[in-house]
């Protein structure tokens, strides 16, 4: 083999060398790219996903029940007709034995035509909402009928509440009266003749 051939034989394989390093640098890069942009974009959603669990207006569902909270309760009611509530807390026994009966009344009245929209207030950490609606025990009921409760007393099964809110659901519905009356000068007389029995309590504000 001439001098020049092999001259020229080391040099092509100087120049293979060098283009295989190329590539493999090229292949580097481009894998290392890769993974930096997956890594933006985990990165991205998690940052969503915790803006989501910070984000106190975003009314999330727990087994057909809406999850309210002072961030998005008057956002959430403010165009329904009708909405049962059920203030609870996550200690409370009796909250969790009344919880499936409760999911149950979701999804009866889920199906009702028109649906009516069930939800859960933790009290606990709700105490703007809980400390409006005076609420004192758990599980506390409520109806709210155009923004205004409407207490529940009955029996806290599936029949008796669902039952007493498609009745306040109805839109010729109105509110009992006040079982308790304030008298004055004014009206003392005329509720007192108009009366067959009734009970009277004379009291001071101090």
């Known amino acids: ?23 493999c640098a090229e292949e580097g ?6 993974e930096e942009e997956i890594s933006d974009a985990d990165s991205e959603e998690e940052e969503e996903e915790d803006d989501d669990e910070d984000d106190d207006s975003i009314v999330k569902e727990e087994n057909g029940v809406s999850v309210l909270t002072d961030g998005n309760f008057d956002l959430f009611t403010a165009d329904k007709d009708t909405v049962l509530l059920e203030f609870y807390a996550p200690w409370c026994g009796h909250c969790k034995q009344f ?23 933790d009290a606990t950490v709700a105490s703007v909402v809980a400390s409006r ?4 025990g758990y599980p506390t009921i409520k109806i709210l009928k155009k923004g205004q409760p409407v207490d529940y007393d009955g029996a806290r ?10 009745e306040v659901s109805q839109p010729d519905w109105t509110p009992p009266p006040e079982a308790t009356l304030v008298l004055t000068k004014d009206n003392f007389d005329e509720v007192v ?3 067959d029995i009734i009970l009277v309590e004379f009291y001071a504000p101090w």
Do not use: C, H
Request: proline letters at 6%; charged letters at 25%; hydrophobic letters at 50%.
């Open 157 to 166: 099964t599936e029949e008796a509440i669902v039952a007493k809110v498609k």
């Open 133 to 136: 609606f005076d609420v004192s």
């Open 1 to 23: 083999m001439s001098l020049g051939r092999a001259w020229l034989l080391l040099l092509l394989m100087t120049l293979a060398q060098l283009v295989a390093v190329s590539r």
């Open 193 to 195: 003749n108009d009366a």
């Open 29 to 34: 890069e481009t894998e290392a790219n890769t």
């Open 99 to 121: 919880a499936p009966e409760y999911e149950k009344i979701a999804q009866t009245l889920k199906e009702n035509d028109p649906p009516i929209p069930v939800a859960k207030i």
